[in-house]
């Protein structure tokens, strides 16, 4: 075979398999479909009940897949041979991982020609696990980005191919810096997957001794303890908009707290933590273990998120000072 034939071959197409569910991963999906390489197949978890009528609904990913006519499939597990026999029966070059949400065995790994690649929302290895984004604001870090790098059968561990990065603003949400890790993660997996085909791709192993983990968030982690201080619940409320969206409660009702920002600094203060101080237009000033916190927008239970503003023109008092916000009912 002539250079050129094999530069041709090296060059060709790839038989791209998908593998993602979210909203983040439809980004990297959207740029192979404009790419010259053929997604063949999208691995998604299966439909779930969403919204507040509880009614199942593809996912993201899914819908995007539909909308391009390519097949879908959503196995329960890829542990179980049938499901491996139906990967391998593609005939994959690569296939791309993107919150995906399903552990991908050593076996699934080894099925394309060319490995499995994931797109994956932090600078690796600093947060590796399935809520990067949420703990990067957690921990008050002013970087983040994306890594795209090479799978293999430990948790984020692998080789990293490319790392692209972008600010964390003082006041971005996670719901911030998901889109702007997204707009990073299309033209970088476009890039890494050309240098695999050149050839030219440069593998560049972690540090296991500068890793730090992130745990899947639950729910209950976004319940506000008003004994902290202000610059952590600060940190809470950012990280968990838009999910699960920081709560508390006033009396039997569990409120959400959307946006926050902090009055001053974490000096102590004598009032009850949680104690509503006072109530203007401006936000609903609360004691922490250490500083004030001004909230901004809150959402009662079956309403909308309202403004401090709103919430103090509407005709029915929800909120005054001295009212007192706890962790339980």
């Known amino acids: 075979m002539t250079d050129s034939s094999l530069s041709a071959e ?12 979210p909203d983040f991963a439809v980004a990297g999906l959207t740029a192979l479909l404009s790419s010259e390489h053929h997604v063949i197949a999208i691995y998604t978890q299966p439909d779930r009940p969403a919204g507040r009528g509880r009614r199942i609904k593809p996912g993201p990913v899914k819908q995007l897949a539909l909308n391009h006519d390519i097949p879908v499939f959503q196995p329960l597990s890829l542990r179980n041979a049938e499901a491996q026999q139906q990967l391998a029966a593609l ?21 394309p020609r060319l490995g499995c690649i994931n797109i994956h929302a932090s600078l690796l290895p600093r947060w590796r696990g399935a809520a990067p984004i949420q703990y990067s604001i957690l921990a008050a870090d002013t ?28 006041n971005d949400c996670a719901a911030d810096l998901h889109n702007k890790l997204s707009e990073l993660s299309g033209p970088l997996l476009i890039k890494a997957i050309s240098q695999l085909v050149e050839g030219s791709a440069q593998p560049t192993p972690q540090d296991d001794t500068l890793s730090t983990y992130a745990p899947k968030i639950l729910k209950q982690d976004a319940c506000i303890d008003w004994s902290q201080s202000a610059t952590y619940i600060s940190l809470q409320i950012r990280a968990y908009n838009n999910w699960p969206i920081a709560y508390t409660h006033l009396g039997n009702e569990r409120v959400r707290i959307w946006s926050a920002e902090l009055v001053g600094s974490d000096t102590p203060t004598e009032t009850k933590p949680g104690t509503v101080l006072d109530c203007q237009p401006d936000g609903i000033l609360v004691a922490c273990g250490s500083g004030k916190l001004n909230i901004k927008e809150i959402q009662f239970p079956g309403g909308k998120v309202l403004s401090a503003r709103d919430i103090l023109n509407a005709s029915k008092v929800r909120l005054q000072k001295g009212d007192l916000f706890d962790s339980l009912p």
């Not at 090296?10 to 569910?21: E, I, M």
């Not at 296939?95 to 080894?110: D, K």
């Not at 080789?159 to 003082?170: E, G, R, V």
């Open 10 to 21: 090296r060059a060709a197409p790839l038989r791209v398999v998908y593998a993602g569910t």
């Open 91 to 111: 005939k994959p070059d690569l296939m791309v991982v993107a919150a995906y949400g399903l552990i991908l065995p050593e076996v699934v790994l080894n099925t």
């Open 143 to 170: 970087e983040s980005g994306v890594t795209i790098m090479q799978m293999d059968k430990g948790l984020d561990t692998g080789d990293m191919l490319l790392k692209a990065t972008c600010t964390i603003d003082a």
